[in-house]
């Protein structure tokens, strides 16, 4: 009997999460062979899984890129690809939009503008943007698992992974020539290596103006319809001997192992795509409880706190173009992500993650039940991270707002908190007896203050002091009504008590008294750092106040993080053990991954299609000139009405912006290669759907869908609309000709031997 039971729960586990989908999962490419090869052909791929990834010769991934802010990055905030023989990369609009905004002025505002370099000497370099392209990967599991145990800490645990990874790390790197990370998957259940070799000199080359890489702005964002020509064109530059270098005048553009070729063929309903980048973070394997916890007590004060401060932006942004171009960069992010939070939560509800999670755990438990071996190891795991979670219900709300509207609140604030070290170096040097010593510190406080001014310079390019004015009133107003007394600063409650609750009078305050609301100020503090001055600052007075109280806080939110820790690692261990038939696809973690599926139109609700593809003539219906999200340039609207589309109309002359494909992606993934079954560049992937924002937690076969720039469309703007031929001469374009039509005719008697024209 208790066969016959485990054979049909077996039966009604795989019905529920059965085998991934052919459009579902991130995979790793190393194993496409084992994994996905059958089902990629089946969809219609003709390229060999040694054509796609390949540590032996050049393919696919060596034209795959992760685009980072650091030198030596673990993670990537956007993908890009090269697809030019010199070094030249595509990558979506909002990936590129710092780099566009840092180089934008009122005098050239590129972001209104656009921007195109038609040399190689007009190309403009951004500081601290990186390149990295995957060298190769590794499983290094049986390198770690075996010299961990399950009565071990979790910080005993940490620390023999991060020894063993270290190790690990050093040889891979070749002494400093490669990037190397060591990042678990399943939940620390496998572990593998990643070694990159990391770019440095990374220039823009191009962009549309905003009116056309941002079409539909806000509104349009995560949503369907869209018409947005979100790309931007970069370039890598290295040595002249190939090798990674900062930038230099004598750098040379890349020449790389692998560039991608170009389709201008076009899509159609059901055709192959496979895209390849870097997605950021998900979390498909959380527990009913987590996600519950998410929707009820993580989403709604990151959504009312992000959407105080983008209004205030706005309000100053739409009244002074200079604060338009300063913040935009800020702005943007920010809206992103508050208004994903927004789609996540309708989703969450809306498509019932929490009860189809609750159902999958019922199945799950009963199998652990069925053996009493399992249920010695797994039997309390869910009811354990239910009750961890449980427990932390009533101090995620004000650590949230603490957080957000306290040290990520004002500007003024954030910059704050880059003097903590300094101050900390001048209470030192005040305390030291020893004169060596004194001279030693001495010598740090001017290093240090010498990097402030540096940073100083940056922060305040990009800064308005009656913006972000308000925006601390705002945030400091919400901090003291939110947050638990118990939390409140003591300078906070004195000075607020001081100024009977005018949160604008504190303000007014803070700016006029503190050094660090002023670019001058600060620069000329730090010529001569002086603790006496940065104790009393106001500013900083009350960033300190608000860092004490939110580390205490974070400390007592994350106990019991290690039991949780061990709990979900334990859980998924426990999954892929009760179907050892099914494919699992690891979370995404901002590792080389590949997804494949069709291109498709779908369903959003009842009695509602939307079609597969958008057209140039949307962009014309949605024009709006008294709202900037739906401005479309002149030039543009003459392309339009001249059907001047070249060689990148479609079959049926109309000018495609933008199609659909079911591919699992999620952030990290904006500016991936869209590839045909060939390989060849056929979009760039930008965005997910508002009707399946919760697919970082749950897949939606029926409605996930990736928004892809159509190729043809980008090639349109940058040759016609810009007038860029240069750069379209350096790609590699295919385009099928046409065949003619073979036309076959019986010959009469009486013609016979006549020639047919």
């Known amino acids: 009997m208790k066969k016959i039971n485990y054979l049909l729960l077996t039966l009604l586990l795989f019905a529920g999460l059965g085998r991934a989908l052919a459009d579902e999962g991130m995979w790793l490419p190393m194993f496409i062979d084992r994994l996905n090869y059958i089902d990629m052909q089946k969809l219609g791929l003709q390229l060999t899984p040694d054509e796609i990834y390949s540590v032996n010769h050049a393919s696919l991934k060596d034209a795959v890129v992760g685009l980072a802010d650091s030198p030596n990055p673990s993670g990537y905030f956007c993908t890009a690809e090269i697809v030019s023989p010199q070094g030249l990369m595509f990558t ?431 620069l000329v503090f730090l010529n001569d750092p002086d603790l006496k001055a940065i104790d009393k600052d106001p500013a900083f007075k009350l960033m300190q106040g608000y860092m004490g109280k939110i580390m205490a806080a974070s400390v007592k939110y994350k106990k019991n993080s290690d039991q949780l820790s061990r709990d979900k690692r334990l859980y998924v261990q426990a999954i892929r053990k009760m179907m050892p038939g099914k494919k699992f696809y690891p979370d995404a973690n901002s590792t080389l991954r590949l997804s494949f599926g069709t291109v498709e139109d779908y369903y959003p609700a009842d009695a509602v299609h939307y079609d597969y593809k958008t057209h140039l003539r949307g962009v014309m219906q949605k024009e709006n000139p008294d709202n900037d999200e739906f401005i479309v340039p002149e030039k543009l609207k003459e392309l339009y009405e001249t059907k001047d589309y070249g060689p990148y109309a479609d079959a049926d002359g109309t000018m495609v912006v933008c199609f659909l494909t079911n591919n699992d992606i999620t952030g990290g993934n904006s500016g991936s290669p869209v590839m045909n079954a060939k390989g060849e560049l056929i979009g760039l992937a930008f965005d997910g759907n508002w009707e399946a924002m919760s697919s970082n937690i749950a897949y939606a076969p029926k409605l996930q869908r990736t928004i892809v720039v159509d190729i043809r469309y980008v090639l349109f703007i940058i040759d016609k609309f810009a007038g860029a031929g240069n750069l379209v001469d350096e790609l590699t374009i295919h385009k099928s000709v046409p065949q003619p039509v073979r036309i076959e005719q019986t010959l009469q008697p009486e013609t016979e031997g006549a020639s047919v024209n």
Not at 262 to 279: A, C, H, V
């Open 92 to 522: 979506n609009y909002h990936c590129g939009f710092e780099s566009i905004q840092k180089h934008s002025s009122v005098s050239n505002d590129y972001l209104e503008e656009g921007f195109w370099a038609t040399n190689l000497d007009e190309e403009l370099p951004n500081e601290g943007l990186t390149a990295s392209i995957l060298v190769r990967m590794a499983d290094v599991t049986d390198s770690i698992i075996p010299f961990l145990n399950d009565t071990m800490t979790e910080s005993a645990r940490s620390a023999a992974v991060g020894k063993i990874s270290g190790r690990l790390k050093k040889a891979a790197s070749e002494k400093g020539k490669y990037n190397v990370n060591v990042k678990s998957f399943f939940q620390g259940n496998e572990y593998y290596m990643f070694v990159y070799i990391v770019y440095k000199d990374v220039r823009l080359v191009g962009a549309p103006p905003s009116s056309i890489g941002k079409f539909g702005g806000d509104t349009d964002n995560w949503m369907w319809p869209r018409q947005t020509g979100d790309f931007s064109v970069f370039r890598i530059y290295t040595a002249p001997d190939g090798s990674p270098a900062e930038y230099s005048k004598d750098n040379v553009p890349l020449k790389p192992k692998y560039h991608l070729s170009i389709s201008l063929n076009g899509i159609k309903k059901g055709d192959f795509t496979m895209i390849m980048g870097f997605p950021g973070r998900t979390d498909r394997y959380a527990t009913a409880s987590d996600v519950q916890f998410r929707l009820d007590y993580y989403y709604p004060p990151l959504i009312e706190v992000l959407g105080d401060k983008l209004s205030i932006w706005k309000k100053h942004m739409d009244a002074d173009k200079n604060v338009k171009i300063k913040y935009a960069t800020q702005y943007a992010t920010t809206a992103n992500g508050w208004k994903n939070f927004i789609g996540q939560s309708k989703d969450i509800k809306d498509l019932n993650v929490v009860g189809q999670k609750i159902a999958f755990e019922e199945k799950f438990q009963t199998w652990v039940e069925n053996n009493p071996v399992r249920e010695e190891k797994y039997g309390d795991v869910l009811r354990e991270i239910s009750d961890i979670y449980q427990n932390r219900t009533s101090d995620i709300g004000p650590l949230i707002y603490a957080s957000l509207t306290g040290i990520g609140g004002s500007g003024i604030i954030q910059f704050a908190q880059s003097f903590s070290g300094l101050q900390g170096l001048l209470e030192q040097y005040k305390k030291e007896k020893d004169k060596d010593k004194k001279i030693k510190k001495e010598a740090q406080i001017k290093k240090v203050a010498e990097d402030l001014k540096k940073s100083a310079l940056e922060h305040f390019k990009d800064y308005d002091m009656a913006t972000d004015r308000d925006v601390f009133s705002a945030m400091t107003k919400i901090y003291y009504n939110k947050v638990p007394d118990t939390l409140h600063p003591e300078v906070l409650d004195k000075e607020v008590k001081k100024h009977k609750e005018d949160f604008n009078a504190y303000a007014d305050y803070v700016f006029a008294g503190s050094f660090l609301s002023d670019r001058q100020r600060t």
